[in-house]
């Protein structure tokens, strides 16, 4: 039962995992499609199996940016965990994947009655927190080239394979900023021989050099969830 696919749920307890697993649900996910959307009820939680989840802020006038990705290493729906039904930000998949579902109140109520549950989601909570911020930092005070850098790295630990099917319009998303921009960043990351990039699809070549590039904008958040969830 521990061989779910999602690392998050191979660190919960046995007999945590057998009181939920049977209200999970197996689903498939079409890239661009919704896991939430501002304001509407967070009725599922994903514990992803495969594939790379968005989380978008937004605001009235329409500008949007990515503030945290998410993939097999945790799951979607983080404000349900600490009792908010409803977020402003909005999530999507940035390519196809899977996930197990499970009802947000069936997993609260589960949670509600086992500490060490409760206190697993909880320390995710504070990761994808510290992931959050880590890119407001890196947003404020790394160049585009060195936050294109860190966000293929963060793509390709969720992904597990060397090549990332990104388009430009989804790395321009992520980044913040014009398409233009994400090509000429692009450009100057293929120059260093770290990617191979077209149209729809990222070839990682030499991740070591993706780290070089990316430098302390990158691993905060991944050394932090070794630190709090092993």
């Known amino acids: 039962m521990k061989n779910l696919g999602n690392r998050f749920l191979s660190l919960v307890g046995q007999d945590s995992l057998t009181a939920i697993a049977g209200s999970f649900e197996t689903v498939c996910l079409r890239q661009g499609q919704s896991i939430f959307e501002p304001m509407q009820q967070i009725d599922h939680i994903y514990f992803f199996t495969k594939g790379l989840s968005s989380e978008i802020a937004v605001d009235d006038g329409g500008q949007r940016i990515e503030v945290g990705c998410i993939g097999f290493e945790g799951f979607a729906g983080v404000p349900a965990v600490l009792g908010v039904n409803r977020s402003p930000h909005r999530s999507f998949m940035e390519t196809d994947g899977t996930a197990l579902r499970i009802e947000t109140e069936r997993l609260m109520e589960a949670a509600r009655a086992d500490d060490a549950l409760m206190s697993l989601l909880l320390r995710y909570v504070h990761v994808f927190m510290m992931q959050v911020a880590a890119t407001a930092l ?17 793509a390709h630990d969720r992904l597990e394979s060397e090549e990332l099917p990104l388009t430009h319009d989804f790395l321009a998303l992520m980044l913040g900023v014009r398409r233009s921009s994400v090509t000429n960043a692009l450009h100057v990351v293929e120059g260093l021989g770290a990617i191979k ?32 969830l092993g």
């Open 197 to 228: 990039a077209s149209r729809s699809l990222i070839t990682v070549r030499e991740r070591d050099k993706l780290e070089r590039l990316a430098g302390a904008s990158y691993g905060l958040p991944e050394s932090e969830y070794r630190r709090v």
């Open 138 to 154: 890196a947003d404020g005070r790394y160049n585009v080239e060195q936050r294109t850098a860190r966000w293929l790295l963060m």
